[in-house]
């Protein structure tokens, strides 16, 4: 989907609700497909925090297994979401830890895997646990969140519409926060030919997530192409309607910090 061509809505006389994308991207650009150096991604995360918009979290996500790299930087980061890729979680209390990511082995619960990190993890930092789309887990310990992969480096890494549109309609019903990551590269769900998949799109994401608050499927809004429908739904969303989206969603993971943005500028939805 060449967004560069929807110039019909640049000039909407009527903006969305600021609240549906205020900090909703994290910065991801040390994960492919991006692959940033160290010193090249802080750099470009200095110059987005100078920049300032309001839909990035200013948050730096950051692999475990590099967080000596990261603390050998001058240059820190001001909030980090620590991506758990070891078997251990290395200390980072002398580091603004606000998230821990750790995606679930196979063969452990959620419950069992929340038991064992939450006591080792201080109150500032919100545990993630990435699941499967097609794992749901209705009794989730308090302040436990949970992440969902979009997508990925094989065409097996992307979830069907129907499981994203049931693991979001699950997480509103039962009250439980999530992350997504990985496959959202733009705002409008759309065909990759190098992969030959179906790429969902994070503005489709957002608004499942505001159809789901309203108790509607949102399988269809996860599933849809159509740039006009996409853009009259964010512009007509409830403001209420779109608080309690975000409370669920609470952000997901990009290694290009400048594609959501051009992206909703493109689309006259840029808050």
């Excluded at 979830?159 to 979001?168: E, K, N």
């Amino acid at each position: 989907m060449d967004l560069g061509t929807m110039t019909s809505f640049e000039c909407g006389t009527q903006g969305p609700r600021t609240t549906l994308f205020s900090s909703l991207v994290d910065d991801a650009g040390l994960f492919p497909p991006t692959s940033l150096h160290m010193s090249e991604a802080l750099a470009r995360h200095q110059r987005d925090l100078d920049a300032g918009s309001p839909v990035l979290t200013h948050r730096f996500l950051c692999p475990s297994s590099r967080i000596d790299a990261l603390r050998r930087e001058p240059q820190q980061p001001r909030r980090i979401g620590l991506i758990v890729d070891t078997s251990e979680i290395p200390p980072f209390d002398d580091l603004p830890v606000d998230l821990v990511e750790v995606r679930l082995p196979p063969e452990q619960s959620v419950n069992a895997m929340a038991e064992r990190l939450q006591g080792h993890l201080p109150p500032s930092a919100a545990l993630f646990i990435e699941v499967p789309p097609t794992k749901l887990v209705p009794n989730m310990p308090q302040g436990v969140g949970l992440k969902v992969r979009c997508g990925g480096a094989t065409p097996d890494a992307f979830p069907s519409v129907g499981q994203l549109a049931a693991f979001i309609g699950f997480c509103v019903a039962h009250d439980i926060r999530f992350k997504a990551t990985a496959g959202l590269h733009h705002a409008v769900r759309h065909f990759d030919p190098s992969l030959a998949v179906d790429r969902h799109g994070f503005l489709n994401l957002v608004l499942a997530v505001c159809e789901a608050v309203e108790e509607r499927d949102p399988a269809h809004v996860l599933g849809t192409t159509d740039v006009g429908e996409l853009v009259r739904l964010a512009r007509a969303v409830p403001e209420q309607t779109a608080k309690r989206a975000r409370q669920l969603l609470v952000s997901y993971g990009s290694c290009s910090t400048s594609a959501p943005i051009d992206d909703l500028r493109t689309l006259g939805l840029d808050t």
